[in-house]
C-alpha cells in the first residue's frame, strides 16, 4: 500500500493555505494581509499589481488556524469528489472565477478587507449536490442546501462578525451556475 497524491488541486491548495499561516506566524512577518488579503472599498489602489493579485491570492490567506481548518476540513472532504468528476483544470477555473469576481465586488462595494476560502468552500458545497444528475434534472438535495444556506447566511448577515456572508453567497451562486452549467472534464 502506497499514499496517493489523489486530488492534486485541492491537496496543493490546502498545503499551500496552511503553509502561508504557519510561514507567517513563524516569522512574524504578516505578509498574508499584503499579499493575501482584498483591501475593501477605497483603499483598493488601481495602480498597484499586488491589490490586483489579491483579487484571487486571498482565498489562500486565513487569519487563523481555526479559520483555516474550519474551511479546509470541507474543501478536503468535497474538493477530491469535484476533481474526479470536473478535472484539476475545470474546478481550478471555477475557483478562479469565484475568487475573482468575490475579490472584485468586495474591493468596490464594501468597506472591509476579504481573505480566506469560503467563497470557494462554499461554491463546492452547492456544487456537489450536482454530482449524480443528469440533464434536465434539478437535485432536490440542491434546493434543500439552497434553502439551509441561504437562511442560515440571511440570519449570520443581520449580526456584526468578522465573516464576510457576502463571499458566502458570491461562492453559493456560483456553485450553482457551475452545477447547472455542467462543465466538462479537462
Known amino acids: 500500500m502506497r499514499i496517493k497524491y489523489n486530488a492534486p488541486l485541492t491537496l496543493t491548495f490546502a498545503l499551500t493555505a496552511s503553509a502561508l499561516i ?12 499584503t499579499y493575501f488579503m482584498v483591501p475593501g ?14 483579487l484571487f491570492t486571498h482565498c489562500l ?7 483555516l481548518l474550519g474551511n479546509m476540513t470541507l474543501m478536503l472532504l468535497i474538493g477530491p ?15 478562479f472565477i469565484t ?3 468575490t475579490g472584485l465586488l468586495n474591493a468596490f462595494l464594501f468597506s472591509t478587507a476579504l481573505l480566506g476560502a ?3 468552500v462554499f ?21 434543500l442546501i439552497l434553502i439551509l444556506y441561504l437562511s442560515v447566511e440571511i440570519i449570520n448577515a443581520m449580526r456584526y462578525d468578522d465573516i464576510s456572508q457576502f463571499a458566502h453567497i ?3 451562486i456560483f456553485g450553482s451556475l457551475f452545477g447547472f452549467l455542467r462543465p466538462r472534464k479537462h
Open 123 to 143: 461554491m463546492m458545497i452547492l456544487l456537489i449536490s450536482f454530482t449524480n444528475t443528469k440533464n434536465g434534472e434539478i437535485p432536490l438535495s440542491f434546493i
Open 118 to 120: 469560503s467563497g470557494i
Open 170 to 172: 458570491i461562492g453559493g
Open 81 to 95: 469528489i469535484l476533481e474526479e468528476k470536473y478535472g484539476s483544470l475545470t474546478l481550478f477555473f471555477m475557483i
Open 61 to 67: 490567506g486565513h487569519s487563523s488556524w481555526e479559520h
Open 99 to 101: 475568487a475573482v469576481v
Open 22 to 33: 504557519l510561514i507567517d506566524q513563524i516569522t512574524g512577518s504578516h505578509f498574508i494581509p
Open 41 to 54: 472599498k477605497g483603499m483598493f489602489n488601481t495602480y498597484d499589481w499586488v491589490d490586483w493579485m489579491t
